[in-house]
């Protein structure tokens, strides 16, 4: 059973930092693709980063150097790195892959950056 868990989401100030945790099982997770993505309130959901299984990344737009995505493939799991917080970040966080072509989502990690 394929298992996305998100963890270390929370409040900070704006300009603040956060490091977004997503452990992966029942899958062969050096082989997947990892991606985050967020949706802020009555707003649609947006790609924050990807990285493929061999360990290139890539961004949203909006991003602009301020998050950094990574995978420790002998732990399974992927992290989000996030620094220089604004207001507008705030927003769930959802880790995703695909493997086998199957989309799995976590149960999403609340991101708030206060002003």
């Known amino acids: 059973q394929v298992q996305l868990v998100e963890s270390g989401g929370g409040l900070v100030q704006a300009g603040g930092s956060l490091r977004l945790s997503c452990a992966a099982s029942?899958?062969?997770?050096?082989?997947?693709?990892m991606a985050w993505y967020r949706q802020a309130t009555g707003m649609k959901g947006e790609l924050v980063a990807t990285?493929?299984?061999?360990?290139?990344?890539n961004y949203g737009d909006f991003v602009r150097g301020r998050f950094t995505i990574s995978r420790d493939n002998a732990k399974n799991m992927s992290f989000l790195q996030m620094n220089s917080l604004k207001p507008e970040d705030t927003a769930v966080y959802y880790c995703?892959?695909?493997?086998?072509?199957?989309?799995?989502w976590g149960q999403g990690t609340q991101v708030t950056v206060s002003s």
């Open positions: 990285i493929t299984s061999g360990g290139s990344p």
């Open positions: 995703h892959s695909a493997p086998n072509g199957n989309d799995y």
């Open positions: 029942g899958f062969v997770f050096s082989d997947s693709d």
